[in-house]
T-cell receptor, first 120, second 114 residues
Framework: DTGVSQDPRHKITKRGQNVTFRCDPISEHNRLYWYRQTLGQGPEFLTYFQNEAQLEKSRLLSDRFSAERPKGSFSTLEIQRTEQGDSAMYLC??????????????????FGPGTRLTVT | AQSVSQHNHHVILSEAASLELGCNYSYGGTVNLFWYVQYPGQHLQLLLKYFSGDPLVKGIKGFEAEFIKSKFSFNLRKPSVQWSDTAEYFCAVNADTGFQKLVFGTGTRLLVSP
């Protein structure tokens, strides 16, 4: 039973550089979420995909952030021109469509280990 | 907008002590409620969840939570904690609208001393 995986686990970059993170959800899950977590806070929602369609974006997701899920499987989150304020843990989660594949209506999200970004 | 408040930021208990962590949310409609746990060095894991039915829900590792709709609360309890319960606990809510964004509280860091 493979869970949600994220790559890389850690990323250190200099301010102004671009970074890209990858998330591989649980294979049968068609919903995928990105969250950001800073020290002392709970995860904050960034964006949501259902299959390949990006259906919701938080106002936290500035123009420097872009996310894709081109084939409805893995997803990437890119941050352009990184700033020190972007330093955080970036979490990916996935969930099945309620009722999909016999899943009960559970709405449970399964989280990956996260990518810790440090901008110097 | 939905929000979640966790009243205790840090809790220190001795083994075998009872635990109750507070969680209140603000949203007037139907909600789904969750407690997630993050053990040191591990990723977020679901502890328990409430969607409907019996407001007292039981989760893994002896945890339970009670949904009190009139108080907009979903407090987490465990009668006797163990050292292995040392972790950070997050309460989360989403509105039952089909779009399942989770709104998290700030978390409670629990330290259980042996």
């Amino acid at each position: 039973d493979t869970g949600v995986s994220q790559d890389p686990r850690h990323k250190i970059t200099k301010r102004g550089q671009n970074v890209t993170f990858r998330c591989d959800p649980i294979s049968e899950h068609n919903r995928l979420y990105w969250y950001r977590q800073t020290l002392g806070q709970g995860p904050e929602f960034l964006t949501y995909f259902q299959n390949e369609a990006q259906l919701e974006k938080s106002r936290l997701l500035s123009d420097r952030f872009s996310a894709e899920r081109p084939k409805g499987s893995f997803s990437t989150l890119e941050i352009q021109r990184t700033e020190q304020g972007d330093s955080a843990m970036y979490l990916c989660a996935s969930s099945p469509q309620p009722g999909q594949g016999g899943h009960p209506i559970s709405y449970e999200q399964y989280f990956g280990p996260g990518t810790r970004l440090t901008v110097t | 907008a939905q929000s979640v408040s966790q009243h205790n930021h840090h809790v220190i208990l001795s083994e075998a002590a009872s635990l109750e962590l507070g969680c209140n949310y603000s949203y007037g409609g139907t909600v789904n409620l969750f407690w997630y746990v993050q053990y040191p060095g591990q990723h977020l894991q679901l502890l328990l969840k409430y969607f409907s039915g019996d407001p007292l829900v039981k989760g893994i590792k002896g945890f339970e939570a009670e949904f009190i709709k009139s108080k907009f609360s979903f407090n987490l309890r465990k009668p006797s904690v163990q050292w292995s319960d040392t972790a950070e606990y997050f309460c989360a809510v989403n509105a039952d609208t089909g779009f399942q964004k989770l709104v998290f509280g700030t978390g409670t860091r629990l330290l259980v001393s042996p």
